[in-house]
T-cell receptor
Framework: GNSVTQMEGPVTLSEEAFLTINCTYT??????LFWYVQYPGEGLQLLLK?????DKGSNKGFEATYRKETTSFHLEKGSVQVSDSAVYFC????????????FGGGTRVLVKP | DTEVTQTPKHLVMGMTNKKSLKCEQH?????MYWYKQKAKKPPELMFV???????INESVPSRFSPECPNSSLLNLHLHALQPEDSALYLC???????????????FGPGTRLTVL
């Protein structure tokens, strides 16, 4: 079946530090890959997506590249801010599976001033 | 308008109460979803509607009853819930289940449900 594995948090960083959150997946076929972010007390917001191998998704300074050879979709940001403190979820979707999103366990990121 | 709205934001109910959660989107999406999220966990899919018809029920107990009265609205009717049903209930929508592009799901802010 499909699965997503993320690095466990919490990840604690200082402001302006470099952030990497690892995400690897297992799926048949060619899934779409997503990063969602959840701020405290809120729903999920789509951060970025990629739909095929070597696609790079980017938004708000965050980037992730769809690597089929390593089945990975690592999230990176070059300089984090306190406002980036949140829980980040990596997810995959296969249309053949009824558009069901498979989420990783989530990674909590805390950025300190 | 790229927003999914949910009401109420918070709900406290007893085990004998009947209540409903509401979700609305005006993006012209034809697929809508209900998820349940427990603390410190990812969302778990409950139901999927496609073109106002129930497409997927993830073996959810019958005390949760979904309804899709039109393409913009999605309800979740609650009856005889248990304390372990306390969670954040998230609604989401996407273009549809068969579109060649635009498979991303847009989430609402959620309803935080407490069952006493």
């Amino acid at each position: 079946g499909n699965s997503v594995t993320q690095m466990e948090g919490p990840v604690t960083l200082s402001e302006e530090a470099f952030l990497t959150i690892n995400c690897t997946y297992t799926a048949t076929g060619y899934p779409s890959l997503f990063w969602y972010v959840q701020y405290p007390g809120e729903g999920l917001q789509l951060l970025l997506k990629a739909t095929k191998a070597d696609d790079k998704g980017s938004n708000k300074g965050f980037e992730a590249t769809y690597r089929k050879e390593t089945t990975s979709f690592h999230l990176e940001k070059g300089s984090v801010q306190v406002s980036d403190s949140a829980v980040y979820f990596c997810a995959l979707l296969r249309r053949a599976a009824g558009n069901k999103l498979t989420f990783g366990g989530g990674t909590r990121v805390l950025v300190k001033p | 308008d790229t927003e999914v709205t949910q009401t109420p934001k918070h709900l406290v109910m007893g085990m004998t109460n009947k209540k409903s959660l509401k979700c609305e989107q005006h993006m012209g999406h034809r697929a809508m979803y209900w998820y349940k999220q427990k603390a410190k966990k990812p969302p778990e899919l409950m139901f999927v509607y496609s073109y106002e018809k129930l497409s997927i029920n993830e073996s959810v107990p019958s005390r949760f009853s979904p309804e899709c009265p039109n393409s913009s609205l999605l309800n979740l009717h609650l009856h005889a819930l248990q304390p372990e049903d306390s969670a954040l209930y998230l609604c989401a929508s996407s273009q549809d289940l068969l579109a060649s592009g635009g498979d991303e799901q847009f989430f609402g802010p959620g309803t935080r449900l407490t069952v006493l």
